[in-house]
């Protein structure tokens, strides 16, 4: 394992003092770019020194196997570290291109093509769901009665595009007053790897189960983005996936981010851990338990079927981190536009209005916000945005400070590491 990484720290100071890394041609991946003038970094490589020393302690302490982080400011790499083990039972380090699930990480990617297709005049954020899938034209709600069983009673409106960017309209991962009927129908969860069928036939089945609120009332987490995915697909004609890599994955440089795993990238995926008492262990693998039957996945040897605009993609920290800076330079990387500037402010800004959320935090299409820094209680800037995954992945940018971080490891569940509150605050406390 090692400190802090001089060599990121000198190439980011010259690419500063000369503006911009030279002989590097636009469009094409680089680890330090900057299109952008100069701005000497305002993190301090020194106290940096103590957020890999912090994750090289949660790996001695044997509550992670390993973990990767990169932060970029103005574009150009000021950290990068990969600690601890990519497969802590083979002994093979991590590195920082190691390749992770991202699982809800997706949904940035997702939602963004969604507001591709509104640029385009394909969609409107207030069209109701059911004129592109007329499955949802109708849908209902599932009540809570006293003696735990349940009513089922129309929707008050339509759900919306909007709705499903902003996790308002009502739909869950199957839990809820009606969870009886989800699991009887073969739909719980977030995961979709293992099945032999397009995400496409699931969401259609779906759309006659009752959600678990109405529309518009309350933040439910769940299924938003998938359907997203699937009024992707019905718009382009394309499958997400060939939609996601044409748009956004192939030119951003985006090399090793997909929905399934290449055969010859196999010894770069890392291993999934699961938080057992003070310490990890090895999660099964796909299929064995029953209580998480996706293990370490079926991204290698699986169907290869379903692609999950919610939860479905792999990534690496360089990778994702690209994507982040298109977004905090609004909409634009390497001469090239992916949306308007316009676009990635309403993105961004808060659309949640009265419904109750995170105390300090508001939520826009397809991010978290944070609206008071009091309030939300941790290091940060107000106007950052960012989410996470269920491997215990997380990511944000911070447009005030012109940062962005990816931090990626693959813990499920995660038991009671403070990890995520760390990271952050060993970030914010280098800032100079």
Request: contains cysteine; negative net charge.
């Amino acid at each position: 394992m090692k400190h802090i990484n001089a060599r990121i720290m000198v190439a980011a100071l010259l690419s500063a003092a000369s503006g911009g890394c030279a002989g590097v041609p636009a469009g094409q991946p680089s680890a330090v770019r900057s299109v952008q003038a100069p701005v000497a970094p305002s993190l301090s490589a020194e106290r940096l020194a103590r957020l890999t020393r912090q994750l090289e302690a949660y790996v001695e302490q044997g509550r992670l196997a390993g973990a990767v982080v990169e932060i970029r400011q103005d574009g150009r790499e000021v950290y990068s570290e990969a600690v601890g083990w990519r497969d802590r039972e083979a002994r093979a380090p991590m590195q920082e291109d190691t390749i992770f699930r991202i699982a809800s990480q997706s949904k940035a990617l997702t939602s963004v093509a969604i507001m591709m297709l509104m640029e385009e005049g394909r969609l409107l954020l207030d069209d109701p769901v059911g004129k592109h899938l007329p499955e949802w034209a109708n849908t209902s709600v599932a009540v809570a009665k006293p003696d735990g069983t349940y009513d089922v009673v129309p929707a008050e409106r339509p759900i919306t595009i909007r709705d499903l960017l902003t996790h308002t309209a009502g739909i869950s991962y199957g839990n809820g007053p009606g969870e009886k009927a989800w699991r009887e129908a073969g739909i719980m969860g977030w995961y979709f790897a293992d099945r032999s069928e397009p995400v496409s036939a699931v969401v259609g089945r779906m759309a006659a189960l009752p959600m678990a609120a109405q529309p518009g009332e309350s933040f439910v987490y769940g299924y938003n983005t998938d359907i997203l995915g699937v009024v992707v697909e019905k718009l382009s004609g394309q499958t997400l996936e060939a939609f996601l890599n044409e748009r956004l994955i192939e030119p951003l440089g985006m090399i090793d981010t997909s929905f399934y795993l290449p055969p010859e990238k196999a010894d770069r995926l890392a291993v999934v851990y699961a938080a057992e008492g003070a310490g990890i262990r090895l999660a099964p693998e796909a299929g064995e338990a029953q209580d998480r039957p996706f293990g370490q996945g079926h991204y290698l040897n699986g169907p290869r079927m379903a692609f999950s605009g919610g939860a479905g993609l792999l990534s690496t920290a360089p990778d994702y981190s690209r994507f982040l800076e298109m977004l905090r330079r609004g909409g634009e990387l390497d001469g090239r536009r992916y949306l308007s500037r316009k676009t990635v402010e309403l993105m961004t800004a808060n659309h949640l209005g009265d419904v109750p959320y995170n105390p300090g935090m508001g939520f826009g299409l397809g991010f978290s916000i944070r609206e008071d820094l009091g309030e939300a209680g941790q290091p940060g800037s107000e106007g950052e945005y960012g989410w996470g995954g269920a491997y215990h992945s997380q990511y944000w940018v911070d447009p005030e400070e012109n940062l962005t971080v990816v931090y990626l490891t693959q813990l499920l569940p995660a038991g009671n590491i403070d990890d995520h509150g760390a990271v952050r605050a060993l970030i914010y406390q280098a800032v100079e």
